[in-house]
T-cell receptor
Framework: AQKVTQAQTEISVVEKEDVTLDCVYETRDTTYYLFWYKQPPSGELVFLIRRNSFDEQNEISGRYSWNFQKSTSSFNFTITASQVVDSAVYFCALKEDPGTASKLTFGTGTRLQVTL | DTGVSQDPRHKITKRGQNVTFRCDPISEHNRLYWYRQTLGQGPEFLTYFQNEAQLEKSRLLSDRFSAERPKGSFSTLEIQRTEQGDSAMYLC????????????FGSGTQLSVL
C-alpha cells in the first residue's frame, strides 16, 4: 500500500532563512505522481507542484524548488529566503496509477512558522 | 472562476443528529472528491464522483455516510446519527478529467459533534 511520510511535524525559521521540507514515499507502482500542497490558516489546500515519476529533473519556481530522487524515494521542497506569508502547513501527497482517477494519499504535513 | 465553495463553514451538532454538507465545484470540472481531515493529520480520501456517478468509496465511509452528486453539478455529503468521532474538517475538491489530479480544494466544513 502507498504511504507518505513527513517526519518534520513543525519547523520554525526566521524570515529570509532557507528551509527544506522532507517527504519520503512508498509505492509499488512504477508510474505515479507526487504533489505538494500548502494549507494556510484559511484551511483551503493550494496546489504547488505535481511531479511525474519518470521526470527526475529538479524544478525551481521563484523562491520554491523541488528535489525528486527516486533512488531514495524522496521529494523534498525548499523555500529560499522564506517570508512570513509562507507560514502554513505543507502536505506532500502521492497518487498511484495515473491512468485512473484514484485518490491522493497525503502525509501528515509539516507546519512551517516564519517569524520576523 | 469562483473556485470550490463549501457550505456551511462550521457545523456544531449533538451526537445522534443528522448533518448535510454541500459542495459546489468549479463549473467545468467533472470530477469531485470528498476528503476528511482530523487535527494534525493530512486529508484522507472518502469518495469520488465522475459527473453524477460515484465511482469509488473508501472503507472510511461507513454506512452512516452517503454522498450524492445529482446531475453532475453540486454534491452533498450526509452523515446520519453523528458520533463524536465524526468531528473533523470535511474537504471537497474538484478536478477536470485529464488533469492528472491537480485538485482544487474548498475551504472545508468544520464539523463538531458534541
Amino acid at each position: 500500500a502507498q504511504k507518505v511520510t513527513q517526519a518534520q511535524t513543525e519547523i520554525s525559521v526566521v524570515e529570509k532563512e532557507d528551509v527544506t521540507l522532507d517527504c519520503v514515499y512508498e509505492t509499488r507502482d512504477t508510474t505515479y505522481y507526487l504533489f505538494w500542497y500548502k494549507q494556510p490558516p484559511s484551511g483551503e489546500l493550494v496546489f504547488l507542484i505535481r511531479r511525474n515519476s519518470f521526470d527526475e529533473q529538479n524544478e525551481i519556481s521563484g523562491r520554491y524548488s523541488w528535489n525528486f530522487q527516486k533512488s531514495t524515494s524522496s521529494f523534498n521542497f525548499t523555500i529560499t529566503a522564506s517570508q512570513v506569508v509562507d507560514s502554513a502547513v505543507y502536505f506532500c501527497a502521492l497518487k498511484e496509477d495515473p491512468g485512473t482517477a484514484s485518490k491522493l494519499t497525503f502525509g501528515t504535513g509539516t507546519r512551517l512558522q516564519v517569524t520576523l | 472562476d469562483t473556485g470550490v465553495s463549501q457550505d456551511p463553514r462550521h457545523k456544531i451538532t449533538k451526537r445522534g443528529q443528522n448533518v448535510t454538507f454541500r459542495c459546489d465545484p468549479i463549473s467545468e470540472h467533472n470530477r469531485l472528491y470528498w476528503y476528511r481531515q482530523t487535527l494534525g493529520q493530512g486529508p484522507e480520501f472518502l469518495t469520488y464522483f465522475q459527473n453524477e456517478a460515484q465511482l469509488e468509496k473508501s472503507r472510511l465511509l461507513s454506512d452512516r455516510f452517503s454522498a450524492e452528486r445529482p446531475k453532475g453539478s453540486f454534491s452533498t455529503l450526509e452523515i446520519q446519527r453523528t458520533e463524536q468521532g465524526d468531528s473533523a474538517m470535511y474537504l471537497c475538491a474538484s478536478s477536470f478529467r485529464g488533469s492528472n489530479e491537480k485538485l482544487f480544494f474548498g475551504s472545508g466544513t468544520q464539523l463538531s459533534v458534541l
